[in-house]
């Protein structure tokens, strides 16, 4: 059963949500899996690490409606976001690492869990709750969710905004 979109209304808590949740991405008639096992939130313009401080196509993204995909590319990878938050707020999960469950393949970072996916700008805009070829599913597990500061920006926010779960494997950096 796909998530439902009410859990994606507080981007920090959805950042949380996220997490142990499965990606389900379809490509021909094969379908991947995946947990997810590490994200961040990102903010508006007033975050200063967030897409959402250059106008343009990213920030517009960040405003449409909870579960609509951003796919964007830094150092020649893309990396998936998940928009949260209420439509016309600039507010996405950035995706860091997932789990495979049915496949083999390198996910410990956001650009390469999107080659692992074949995650490109063709999913940019389209939304987990109509996609037929990319979406989340509910998964009930325990698990202990670590918090920390974001990776790799330049500035950040006082604030811990990257969430992972505790002693797995696949997540990017300890």
Known sequence: MRINKE????????????????????????????KIVETEAYFDEKDPASRACQNGDLKKTMQMKKGTILVYGVHN???????CGD???????????????????????????TKALKIDKKLHK????????FWIE???EEFKIIESFRIGVKKDLNEKLRFYIKDNKFVSKK
């Open 7 to 34: 859990n994606l209304s507080e981007t920090k808590e959805a950042a949380k949500f996220l997490l142990g949740k499965i990606i389900c991405r379809k490509i021909r008639s094969k379908i991947l899996r995946a």
């Open 77 to 83: 990878n893309w990396l998936l976001n998940i928009v």
């Open 87 to 113: 439509e016309g707020k600039a507010e996405a999960v950035l995706i860091r690492a997932i789990e495979p469950l049915n496949f083999d393949g390198k996910t410990k970072g956001p650009g390469l869990l």
């Open 126 to 133: 389209k939304n987990i709750f109509s996609s037929e070829e």
């Open 138 to 140: 509910e998964n009930k």
